[in-house]
T-cell receptor, first 113, second 114 residues
């Protein structure tokens, strides 16, 4: 599984757009990029997943450049309730025989009023 | 549709006792995963189970830890003779039909070993 690097922490203010970038230089051809969100004292929650270009859902957008060596999670107009740890995961979900997710340290996002 | 349920939410044990953590997957989910989160650390995979089968236990400590997912009933993570280093949050996740599906996590069980 490809190693990921993301900032340890980020600060933002309510109403701003937040972009969290994840580096994955050794991403393999079959790897997907997945982001999870974890609130204090709760289990992680799936946010978004993509392979290339752009993916958007009701919560976030995921931008993946052509070389796929990085990805950016974009949260539009954050609120205080978006304060959480955000994990970027990269892995080949199709050819492996196990579903284990490899979590890094994640990015702690602090949204201020 | 109820989410993944874990109980107890908090568990206190003294060194040497046994800890039993339960996980009921979402309805219709047949794949269960256990993860451990030590204080100030990220989540670490422990074990992946399907009904009555252990598929991948590469993250399980070699001793004192065991897991099962019987045909009927919840998945159980069992820790024998707990030590202070076992104090952590233990999360269970489930997915519907395949390990390629999105994993849905439960609220976790926080184990404290005195």
């Amino acid at each position: 599984l490809a190693k990921t690097t993301q900032p340890i922490s980020m600060d933002s203010y309510e109403g701003q757009e937040v972009n969290i970038t994840c580096s994955h230089n050794n991403i393999a051809t079959n790897d997907y990029i997945t982001w999870y969100q974890q609130f204090p004292s709760q289990g992680p929650r799936f946010i978004i997943q993509g392979y290339k270009t752009k993916v958007t859902n009701e919560v976030a957008s995921l931008f993946i450049p052509a070389d796929r060596k990085s990805s950016t999670l974009s949260l539009p107009r954050v609120s205080l309730s978006d304060t959480a740890v955000y994990y970027c995961l990269v892995g080949d979900l199709l050819s492996s025989n196990t579903g284990k997710l490899i979590f890094g340290q994640g990015t702690t996002l602090q949204v201020k009023p | 549709n109820a989410g993944v349920m874990q109980n107890p939410r908090h568990l206190v044990r003294r060194r040497g006792q046994e800890a039993r953590l339960r996980c009921s997957p979402m309805k219709g989910h047949s794949h269960v995963y256990w993860y451990r989160q030590l204080p100030e650390e990220g989540l670490k995979f422990m074990v992946y189970l399907q009904k009555e089968n252990i598929i991948d236990e590469s993250g399980m400590p070699k001793e004192r830890f065991s897991a099962e997912f019987p045909k009927e009933g919840p998945s159980i993570l069992r820790i024998q003779q707990v030590v202070r280093g076992d104090s952590a949050a233990y999360f269970c996740a489930s997915s519907p039909d395949s390990f390629t599906d999105t994993q849905y996590f439960g609220p976790g069980t926080r184990l404290t070993v005195l």
